[in-house]
C-alpha cells in the first residue's frame, strides 16, 4: 500500500483534478447504481406504486391533479423520472461493465495464447481478430442480437434481452483487448525474465500467467477503461435503436428513446436527465480512461 | 595557440522535479579549439550528454541552462532566443546521435534529406546541391555515391548509416560538432572505421569535436583533450595523454584502472572505490555448503558437436519457397569441468545463439550437446528438468532478465520452488543468504527489481543463478549494458564462483580484454561458423586466423599505459 | 509490393467468404426458411419439393457454395417483410447511405486531420487543450444525442433545416441524389454533422498521439539538428510519419460511418440501408440483413484494399520488401 501511496500513478492522480473529479463522479454513480433500491423514491417497474394521474407531472411542480411533487419529474405513465434513472443507470453499468469483463476475459486469454504460444494458434485467432476488426463493433453487436433474437422463442426474448446485450457487446469487443495484450506479450516474451522462467522449467502456461500476465495488465486497464465507456455508450445506442433493453426493463438509452417523442411536445424532462446521466457517466468513464493513459505511459509525459 | 571556437564557462542546467530541484550538470567549463577533438567520458548520469545538449540548445523542457554561458566563435549563444538557437543549430554546430539506426527518416532517400539540409544552410540551387551531396557521400566513404543518393535508409547498414550522419552533419560546413556515442551502438571493426573518419575530417576541416562518451578506449585512440565527469560536475581536464598517463584525481584513476587490459591477465578486477561505490561479497562462504561431488568422469563437462541453428529469413506457406538464414553453422568445442570457457565475436555473429541453444531456450536443427556424458538434445522432459538444475545463465540487460512485477525474494526463490529442493519454511532463509553473498543489503528481500541499479540488478540474477546449484553457468555478456566501475564488481563474483564453487562457465562477450581477464580458452566466433579455439594467452599472443588478427588490431587500447602502470596493477 | 497486394487481396477473399458463412449460416439455423417461405396451408408434397428446390436436401458445403455463387449475382432472396426481392430494395435505398457516408467521411477526415495535427503541433496551447477537451465530450456524446440536440436546436427551435427525410431528390439512371436540389442539401446538413462528428474526433484523436509519438523520434530530433524550421519538421517529415499508422486506422473508420449510418439514419429517418437494416433486426428479416452484411463487407474490404495501396505507396520499406 505505501509503495502504491509513494508511486507516480498515485503522484500524478493526486495533483489531476481531473482524474479525481471523473473518479468521484464514476464512483458516486456506482453507488447510485448500486443502492437504487434504497435511493429511489418509488420502484418504477411496481404498477402498484404508480398513478397514471402523475403523467408529465414538469420537475418541481406540483401535479395538476394529483398535487404531487416529483424532483425530475415524470414521465408519460407517471413514473418518477429520477428513480427510472436509477434504474435506467443500473441496467447499463450492469451491461456495461459485464460486457466489458466478458471482452476482457477473451481477448487477454487468445491475446496471451497467441502471443505466447505463436505460429498457427497466433494465425488463427489474429486473422479471425482482423475479420472481427473490419467490422465496426457496433454493427457486430447488432448483428449478434439480431440473431440471438432470431433463435430465442418470443416469450423469452424480453427477459433475454439483458444477457444478449451483454453477449453481443462482449463478443463485439474481444478484438482490442486480444491485439494490445497479444502486441505486450511478444515485447514481454523476448524479454529475458521469461528466458530466465524457461530456463527453470516452467511450464508455458506458469509463465503466461505467473510472468507475462502481470506485465500486461497495465495496457489491458486502460483498454478497459476506454472500453467501459464505449460498452455503455454501444449499450444506449442499441437500446435507442430498440434492440437493446426493452421497455420493461428501460436501459439509460431506452429511457431516451422513450423521451424522444415527447421532446417536441414540451415535456422535455423525460429526455434531458437520461441524457445527461449518460453524457456524464460516459464523460466521466473517458476522462479517467484518458488520464490512466497518459499516468501509465510515461514517455508521454 | 589558436582561439578556441566554443567556450563553456559555468555550465549549470536545472531539471525541476517532484522531489525537488535535479542538477545534472553543474559549474561546467570547457573549450574546444579548431581542429580539436575534446573527449567528454563518465558513467551514465555523470551528466556529459547533458552538456552535448545544452550546447547545442536541444534540451527537453523542463530541463533548462540556469546558469554559466557558452560562447560560439566569440558570440554569446545561450541567451539567444528560440529562431537565432535553430539558425546556429545545423549551422554553425551539428550533432551526431548514438543510434544511426533512428537517426534518419524512414520515408525520405538518403539524398532528400542531403539537399534539404545543404540547401537550407547554403543556399544553393537543387542541382548544386545534388552534386555537393554526393560528394560528402563519396567524402564518408560511401561506395556508389550516385546510386546510393537515391536509395533509403533501410537499405543501408548501420556503419553506412552512420556515415550518413556525418554526411548530414558536415553539409553546412558547421565550425563544431557535438558527437554523442557515436559509436556505441556499432561494432569494434565499424566503430574504429567511423572513429577514424570523425578524426580525419576534424583535422582536414578545422572543426571542433565534442565525443561524447563512456568508452575509455575510444577517448584514447582519438580525442585531443579530455574532460572526466562525475555527477555532473568535471573533476579533471586536460590533454588525453596526460589525464591517461598520470592521473590526477582519485576518480579518474580508479576509472582508467578499471578498464580491463588486453594486455596481461590479472587475478581481480581493480574497482573503482570513489564514491563508496564498492559493495562487498562473500562469495566463499557458500563455499561451505556447496555440492561439489558431482564432478564429471571424463574431466569435460560440455561436448559440443556441429552444432547448427536456422532461422526463418522469409517465410512462404510453400516450404520450398522458404528461405532460411544459417546463425551458427557447424559448430564444435567442448568446455572442461571447472574452466571458464569464452566465445567472442561480433554481433550477428551466432555466439548468443550458441548459448541459448545449450540453455535449451532454442531448439537445435542439427548436431548435438552433451552434458557430463548425456545428450542433452535427446532428453525427455524428466531428464531436461534434471539438465536444467545444473545450469544456470546470466543475461545482458539487466533490466529485462528480473521480472518487474515479483519482488526480490520471489525472484530468487522460484527456481527453489519450481524444482522442490527445499521446503516452504527453508526457502525463506536460503533466499537471504544467497542474496546477502552477492553483496545486497537484507531489506532487498521485499523489493522490486526497479529501485535496484543494473549492477544490483545484475547481482540479484547471480543469486537465482546460484539458488539451485548448479554446475554450469552460462554468462551472455554479462557486463556489456554496465558502467566500467560495477563492470569490475561483477565480473569479480563470476571469478570467486569459479574459484571458491568451481563453477564451469561460457562465456560470451565482445569485449576482448574482458574475455583476457575472465578466460581460460576461448572460440572466435564469425558469421555462424567458429574461426580458431585457443588457450587465452595464445590468442591474444599468437592469434592464428586472419579474422581474430583484425580483431585484436581493432580493439581500442588505452596505449599511453606505461610498463610501471601495469606493474603496479598486479600487485 | 505486388506480393504484399496479392497477400491483401487474398485476405480479402477471406473476409468475403467468412462473411458469407455467417450470412449462410443466419439462413440456414436462424428460423426455418421453409416456414418463412410457405404459408400455414402446406402440404408435406409442397415443403418437400421446396427444399429440393432450394438445394436444402444438399450437405452443409454444397449449400454453401450455392449460397455464394447467388449471392455473386446480387441472389439474396425476397425479404419476409416487404415480400420484394432484397436486392432491389437495397438498390433502392443505397444512393441515400452513400451519398451521406461520402459528406460525413470527406467532413470528418480533412477536419479530423487538420485538428489533430494543429492539437499535436500545439501541444500546450489554449486552443489545442480547448480542442482536446471538446473532443472528449464528443467521444462521450453518443451519436444520437448529437443527433437529437441537433434537430432540438436547428429544427425545433430555429427552425432553418428539415428535421428528418432526404428532402427533394432527382432520379439520375438508377441513381437518385439529394445534390441537385436545395431541400435535398439542406437535409444533408444536420445528418452528415452527426455521422461525421464522432468519426472526426477519433480521427483528430488518433492523429494527434501519432504525430506525438513521431515527433519524439530521433529522426525528429535529427532534423531539429540539423537546424530544419518548424514548418519543414512538422509538416514535411513528422507528418507524412504520422499518415503511415493513421491511414490504416482512417480506412477502418470509413467503414464504420457505412456502420454508423444506422444510428443517424434512424434519428433523421433517412431513407438508407441502414434504417433498413434496423428495421430487419426488429423484425428478424433475416435475408435483408443477411444481404446488408454482405453488401457492407465489399464495401469495407474494398476501402481497406485501397488504403494497403496507399499505405504501401507511402513506406519505401515495404515497397522494397518485394
Not at chain 2, 374 to 379: D, L
Request: include cysteine; hydrophobic fraction near 45%.
Amino acid at each position: 500500500m505505501n509503495r502504491f501511496l509513494d508511486s507516480d500513478v498515485f503522484y500524478a492522480f493526486r495533483t489531476s483534478p481531473v482524474a479525481i473529479v471523473s473518479l468521484i463522479v464514476t464512483v458516486l454513480m456506482v453507488l447510485a447504481a448500486v443502492f437504487a433500491p434504497l435511493i429511489a423514491t418509488t420502484n418504477p417497474f411496481d404498477p402498484a406504486s404508480l398513478n397514471l394521474m402523475n403523467g408529465f407531472t414538469a420537475p418541481m411542480e406540483p401535479n395538476a391533479f394529483t398535487g404531487e411533487s416529483f424532483f425530475l419529474g415524470t414521465d408519460d405513465q407517471g413514473r418518477d423520472v429520477f428513480s427510472t434513472i436509477l434504474y435506467g443507470l443500473r441496467i447499463s453499468l450492469f451491461v456495461g461493465v459485464a460486457a466489458v469483463m466478458l471482452a476482457m476475459v477473451i481477448g487477454i486469454f487468445l491475446g496471451l495464447l497467441s502471443g505466447y504460444v505463436g505460429g498457427w494458434t497466433e494465425t488463427i485467432i489474429m486473422r479471425a481478430a482482423d475479420v472481427q476488426l473490419t467490422f465496426p463493433s457496433i454493427l457486430v453487436a447488432m448483428l449478434i442480437f439480431g440473431v440471438a433474437k432470431g433463435v430465442t422463442p418470443v416469450e423469452y426474448r424480453d427477459q433475454m434481452a439483458i444477457w444478449v446485450l451483454i453477449l453481443a457487446i462482449g463478443l463485439s469487443d474481444w478484438v482490442q483487448f486480444a491485439r494490445v495484450v497479444r502486441g505486450a506479450t511478444l515485447v514481454e516474451k523476448s524479454k529475458d525474465y521469461v528466458a530466465a522462467a524457461r530456463l527453470i522449467g516452467r511450464s508455458p502456461l506458469t509463465i503466461m500467467i505467473r510472468h507475462i500476465l502481470p506485465n500486461v495488465l497495465s495496457p489491458v486497464l486502460v483498454i478497459a477503461t476506454i472500453s467501459l465507456a464505449l460498452a455503455i455508450i454501444a449499450e444506449a445506442t442499441l437500446s435507442f435503436l430498440g434492440v437493446g433493453a426493452p421497455a420493461t426493463q428501460p436501459s439509460l438509452g431506452t429511457l431516451i428513446r422513450i423521451g424522444q417523442g415527447f421532446l417536441f411536445s414540451g415535456e422535455w424532462w423525460i429526455l434531458l436527465f437520461p441524457a445527461c446521466t449518460l453524457l456524464v457517466l460516459a464523460l466521466a468513464v473517458n476522462l479517467l480512461g484518458d488520464w490512466l493513459r497518459d499516468a501509465l505511459n510515461p514517455r508521454l509525459r | 595557440m589558436t582561439e578556441p571556437v566554443l567556450s563553456i564557462r559555468n555550465l549549470t542546467v536545472e531539471i525541476p522535479t517532484r522531489r525537488g530541484l535535479f542538477k545534472p550538470v553543474q559549474g561546467v567549463s570547457y573549450d574546444i579549439r579548431p581542429g580539436e577533438i575534446r573527449g567528454v567520458v563518465g558513467e551514465s548520469g555523470a551528466g556529459k550528454s547533458m552538456t552535448g545538449n545544452a550546447v547545442i540548445g536541444l534540451l527537453d523542457p523542463p530541463a533548462r541552462v540556469s546558469e554559466g554561458e557558452i560562447w560560439l566563435n566569440g558570440r554569446r549563444i545561450d541567451q539567444l532566443d528560440a529562431e537565432q538557437k535553430r539558425r546556429i543549430r545545423g549551422g554553425e554546430i551539428a550533432m551526431i546521435f548514438q543510434d544511426p539506426l533512428t537517426s534518419l527518416n524512414p520515408l525520405f532517400t538518403v539524398g532528400e534529406q542531403l539537399v534539404e539540409t545543404i540547401q537550407l544552410h547554403l543556399g544553393l540551387s537543387s542541382s548544386e546541391a545534388q552534386s555537393r551531396a554526393i560528394a560528402l557521400l563519396d567524402r564518408v566513404r560511401i561506395p556508389n555515391p550516385e546510386e546510393r543518393f537515391h536509395q533509403y535508409p533501410h537499405q543501408f547498414s548501420g556503419g553506412m548509416r552512420q556515415r550518413v550522419v556525418i554526411a548530414l552533419a558536415l553539409c553546412s560546413e558547421p565550425s563544431v560538432i557535438v558527437a554523442d556515442e557515436p559509436t556505441t551502438a556499432l561494432d569494434v571493426s565499424i566503430q574504429a572505421q567511423v572513429l577514424d573518419l570523425i578524426k580525419e575530417l576534424a583535422r582536414e576541416r578545422q572543426v571542433g569535436v565534442i565525443l561524447v562518451t563512456h568508452d575509455m578506449g575510444v577517448i584514447a585512440d582519438t580525442t585531443d583533450e579530455v574532460t572526466v565527469m562525475y555527477e555532473g560536475r568535471v573533476v579533471e581536464q586536460g590533454t588525453t595523454s596526460q589525464i591517461l598517463g598520470a592521473p590526477t584525481h582519485e576518480y579518474t584513476k580508479s576509472l582508467i584502472a578499471a578498464v580491463p587490459r588486453p594486455q596481461v591477465k590479472l587475478h581481480r578486477f581493480p574497482q573503482v572505490s570513489y564514491g563508496g561505490r564498492e559493495t562487498a561479497f562473500k562469495i566463499e562462504d557458500l563455499a561451505r555448503n556447496w555440492d561439489r561431488s558431482t564432478a564429471s568422469k571424463s574431466g569435460t563437462l560440455v561436448e559440443v558437436k556441429g552444432l547448427t541453428k536456422r532461422f526463418l529469413a522469409k517465410g512462404a506457406i510453400l516450404p520450398s519457397q522458404r528461405s532460411y538464414f544459417t546463425a551458427v553453422d557447424d559448430v564444435s568445442f567442448d568446455i572442461k569441468d571447472g574452466e571458464v570457457f569464452g566465445l567472442v565475436g561480433e554481433s550477428g555473429s551466432g555466439k548468443s545463439t550458441v548459448a541459448r541453444m545449450l540453455a535449451t531456450l532454442y531448439p537445435v536443427d542439427g548436431g548435438t550437446v552433451t552434458f557430463d556424458g548425456e545428450e542433452v538434445t535427446g532428453m525427455d522432459a524428466k531428464q531436461l528438468s534434471a539438465y536444467r538444475k545444473q545450469i544456470q545463465m546470466i543475461f545482458q540487460d539487466p533490466f529485462s532478465s528480473l521480472n518487474p512485477r515479483m519482488s526480490v525474494g520471489d525472484i530468487v526463490a522460484e527456481p527453489l520452488v519450481h524444482h522442490k529442493l527445499l521446503s516452504r519454511a527453508e526457502i525463506g532463509p536460503r533466499v537471504r543468504e544467497l542474496l546477502d553473498r552477492v553483496g545486497l543489503a537484507s531489506d532487498a528481500y521485499r523489493k522490486y527489481p526497479h529501485e535496484f541499479s543494473g549492477g544490483q540488478r545484475q547481482r540479484i540474477s547471480i543469486a537465482r543463478a546460484l539458488a539451485t546449484q548448479p554446475r554450469f553457468l552460462i554468462c551472455d555478456e554479462p557486463t556489456s549494458a554496465l558502467d566500467v566501475s560495477i563492470q569490475a564488481q561483477i565480473l569479480n563474483i563470476l571469478k570467486d564462483l569459479q574459484e571458491h564453487l568451481g563453477l564451469t562457465m561460457l562465456f560470451i562477450s565482445h569485449d576482448l580484454p574482458v574475455v583476457r581477464q575472465m578466460c581460460d580458452r576461448v572460440g572466435v566466433m564469425r558469421q555462424g561458423k567458429l574461426v580458431e579455439v585457443q588457450e587465452t594467452s595464445a590468442l591474444f599472443e599468437a592469434p592464428k586466423s586472419d579474422y581474430t588478427r583484425e580483431l585484436l588490431d581493432l580493439m581500442p587500447r588505452l596505449e599511453q599505459l606505461s610498463e610501471e602502470q601495469i606493474a603496479e596493477l598486479r600487485t | 509490393m505486388l506480393s504484399f497486394i496479392v497477400k491483401r487481396v487474398g485476405q480479402s477473399v477471406l473476409v468475403l467468404l467468412v462473411t458469407g458463412l455467417v450470412a449462410f449460416s443466419m439462413f440456414t439455423f436462424v428460423g426455418d426458411p421453409i416456414d418463412n417461405m410457405l404459408g400455414q396451408e402446406r402440404t408435406m408434397e409442397d415443403v418437400e419439393r421446396l427444399r429440393a428446390q432450394l438445394g436444402l436436401d444438399k450437405p452443409f458445403v454444397v449449400q454453401y457454395f450455392r449460397f455464394l455463387e447467388q449471392a455473386a449475382q446480387g441472389n439474396f432472396g425476397i425479404s419476409y417483410r416487404q415480400g420484394r426481392p432484397v436486392a432491389e430494395i437495397l438498390m433502392e435505398r443505397a444512393p441515400a447511405t452513400l451519398e451521406l457516408a461520402a459528406v460525413s467521411g470527406v467532413l470528418a477526415i480533412v477536419m479530423g486531420i487538420g485538428l489533430g495535427v494543429f492539437t499535436a503541433i500545439r501541444r500546450n496551447g489554449v486552443a489545442a487543450n480547448l480542442i482536446m477537451s471538446i473532443s472528449l465530450i464528443g467521444v462521450s456524446l453518443p451519436t444520437f444525442l448529437i443527433g437529437i440536440l441537433l434537430i432540438y436546436l436547428f429544427s425545433v427551435e430555429l427552425g432553418w433545416l428539415p428535421s428528418f427525410g432526404r428532402g427533394e431528390t432527382v432520379h439520375i439512371g438508377g441513381w437518385s441524389t439529394g445534390f441537385l436540389t436545395e431541400s435535398g442539401l439542406k437535409a444533408l446538413i444536420l445528418p452528415a454533422i452527426t455521422l461525421g462528428l464522432y468519426q472526426m474526433t477519433l480521427i483528430m484523436r488518433l492523429v494527434r498521439s501519432e504525430m506525438l509519438e513521431v515527433l519524439r523520434q530521433d529522426y525528429i530530433r535529427f532534423a531539429r539538428a540539423r537546424g530544419l524550421g518548424d514548418r519543414v519538421v512538422n509538416f514535411r517529415h513528422a507528418l507524412k510519419n504520422t499518415m503511415v499508422p493513421v491511414i490504416t486506422v482512417i480506412g477502418l473508420q470509413l467503414g464504420s460511418i457505412i456502420a454508423f449510418a444506422i444510428i443517424t439514419e434512424t434519428v433523421f429517418q433517412w431513407p438508407g440501408v441502414g434504417l433498413l437494416f434496423i428495421n430487419a433486426i426488429q423484425f428478424v428479416d433475416i435475408p435483408v440483413m443477411a444481404a446488408y452484411l454482405m453488401l457492407i463487407s465489399v464495401m469495407f474490404v474494398a476501402i481497406n484494399l485501397l488504403v494497403d495501396i496507399l499505405y504501401a505507396m507511402i513506406d519505401p520499406r515495404l515497397r522494397a520488401a518485394s
